[in-house]
Protein backbone atom coordinates (compact mmCIF):
# COMPACT_ATOMS: atom_id res chain seq x y z
CA UNK A 1 0.00 0.00 0.00
CA UNK A 2 3.01 2.50 0.81
CA UNK A 3 4.68 1.59 -2.10
CA UNK A 4 1.16 2.57 -4.41
CA UNK A 5 0.63 6.03 -1.92
CA UNK A 6 4.28 6.93 -3.40
CA UNK A 7 4.29 5.98 -6.45
CA UNK A 8 0.36 7.73 -6.96
CA UNK A 9 2.09 10.90 -5.62
CA UNK A 10 1.12 10.84 -2.16
CA UNK A 11 3.31 11.43 0.44
CA UNK A 12 3.59 9.19 3.63
CA UNK A 13 3.05 10.79 7.05
CA UNK A 14 6.30 10.91 8.89
CA UNK A 15 8.53 8.66 6.05
CA UNK A 16 11.42 9.57 8.20
CA UNK A 17 9.77 7.86 11.49
CA UNK A 18 8.43 5.02 9.54
CA UNK A 19 12.93 4.27 7.91
CA UNK A 20 13.80 4.70 11.34
CA UNK A 21 11.27 2.51 13.28
CA UNK A 22 11.83 -0.47 10.64
CA UNK A 23 15.66 -0.10 10.92
CA UNK A 24 15.60 -0.65 14.32
CA UNK A 25 12.53 -2.69 14.88
CA UNK A 26 14.50 -5.87 15.09
CA UNK A 27 17.76 -5.23 16.40
CA UNK A 28 19.07 -6.99 19.17
CA UNK A 29 22.23 -4.60 19.95
CA UNK A 30 20.16 -1.79 21.48
CA UNK A 31 18.11 -1.62 24.21
CA UNK A 32 14.55 -2.38 25.27
CA UNK A 33 14.12 1.58 25.89
CA UNK A 34 15.29 2.16 21.94
CA UNK A 35 12.82 -0.86 20.84
CA UNK A 36 9.51 0.13 23.02
CA UNK A 37 9.46 3.76 23.05
CA UNK A 38 6.58 6.60 22.84
CA UNK A 39 6.76 8.74 20.01
CA UNK A 40 4.07 11.09 20.72
CA UNK A 41 3.77 13.03 22.27
CA UNK A 42 7.08 13.59 23.55
CA UNK A 43 8.41 14.01 27.03
CA UNK A 44 6.73 17.97 28.40
CA UNK A 45 4.67 18.63 25.79
CA UNK A 46 1.88 21.34 26.19
CA UNK A 47 -0.84 21.26 24.91
CA UNK A 48 -4.12 23.72 24.85
CA UNK A 49 -7.91 23.53 24.45
CA UNK A 50 -9.23 25.57 22.14
CA UNK A 51 -12.08 27.35 22.88
CA UNK A 52 -13.32 28.23 19.60
CA UNK A 53 -13.24 24.37 18.14
CA UNK A 54 -16.04 21.81 19.02
CA UNK A 55 -13.67 19.80 22.18
CA UNK A 56 -15.37 16.48 20.24
CA UNK A 57 -12.26 17.47 17.27
CA UNK A 58 -9.62 18.28 19.67
CA UNK A 59 -7.92 14.99 19.96
CA UNK A 60 -4.05 13.51 20.32
CA UNK A 61 -3.12 10.31 18.38
CA UNK A 62 -0.81 8.63 20.89
CA UNK A 63 1.93 6.54 18.88
CA UNK A 64 4.61 4.19 19.46
CA UNK A 65 7.66 2.35 18.62
CA UNK A 66 7.20 -1.43 19.80
CA UNK A 67 8.73 -5.03 19.25
CA UNK A 68 7.69 -6.52 16.11
CA UNK A 69 6.16 -9.57 18.23
CA UNK A 70 4.02 -7.08 19.82
CA UNK A 71 0.17 -8.39 20.37
CA UNK A 72 -1.46 -5.13 22.03
CA UNK A 73 0.04 -2.69 23.60
CA UNK A 74 -1.67 -1.55 27.28
CA UNK A 75 -1.63 2.90 27.38
CA UNK A 76 -1.32 3.41 30.52
CA UNK A 77 -2.23 7.08 31.90
CA UNK A 78 -1.12 8.45 35.63
CA UNK A 79 -0.26 5.04 36.32
CA UNK A 80 -3.47 3.04 35.39
CA UNK A 81 -4.59 0.99 32.23
CA UNK A 82 -6.80 3.56 30.12
CA UNK A 83 -7.10 1.57 27.31
CA UNK A 84 -5.62 -1.83 25.20
CA UNK A 85 -4.86 -1.48 21.42
CA UNK A 86 -3.64 -3.75 18.48
CA UNK A 87 -1.79 -2.82 15.31
CA UNK A 88 -1.06 -0.03 14.59
CA UNK A 89 -0.84 0.27 18.37
CA UNK A 90 -1.95 4.04 18.28
CA UNK A 91 -4.46 5.40 21.02
CA UNK A 92 -7.06 8.67 19.64
CA UNK A 93 -7.44 10.85 23.32
CA UNK A 94 -9.65 13.23 23.77
CA UNK A 95 -8.13 16.25 25.32
CA UNK A 96 -8.90 17.45 28.76
CA UNK A 97 -7.15 20.02 31.19
CA UNK A 98 -4.71 18.56 33.45
CA UNK A 99 -1.46 17.03 34.26
CA UNK A 100 -0.68 13.94 33.06
CA UNK A 101 2.17 10.85 33.20
CA UNK A 102 1.62 8.60 29.62
CA UNK A 103 3.86 5.21 29.41
CA UNK A 104 3.16 1.32 27.08
CA UNK A 105 3.37 -2.09 27.83
CA UNK A 106 3.58 -3.80 25.30
CA UNK A 107 2.87 -7.28 25.24
CA UNK A 108 4.18 -10.57 23.23
CA UNK A 109 3.64 -14.26 23.40
CA UNK A 110 6.47 -14.05 26.08
CA UNK A 111 7.10 -11.09 27.71
CA UNK A 112 5.68 -7.76 28.63
CA UNK A 113 7.85 -4.73 28.12
CA UNK A 114 7.62 -1.38 29.47
CA UNK A 115 8.07 2.15 27.88
CA UNK A 116 9.73 5.35 30.05
CA UNK A 117 7.23 7.36 31.24
CA UNK A 118 6.89 10.87 30.07
CA UNK A 119 4.74 12.92 31.39
CA UNK A 120 2.69 16.45 29.11
CA UNK A 121 -0.03 19.06 30.17
CA UNK A 122 -3.21 20.48 28.76
CA UNK A 123 -4.43 23.85 29.79
Given at each position: YNNWLENNGY?????SMIRYINSIRDRRDIS????????????????AIDPIINRNYQILTF?????????KVLWCI???VYKSTNFPFSL???INRGFYK????AITDKTVYRSRMITFRVR
Amino acid sequence: YNNWLENNGYKLPNNSMIRYINSIRDRRDISIHERIKIIFPDDSDVFAIDPIINRNYQILTFRAIVPSKTKKVLWCINNKVYKSTNFPFSLRWKINRGFYKLFIKAITDKTVYRSRMITFRVR
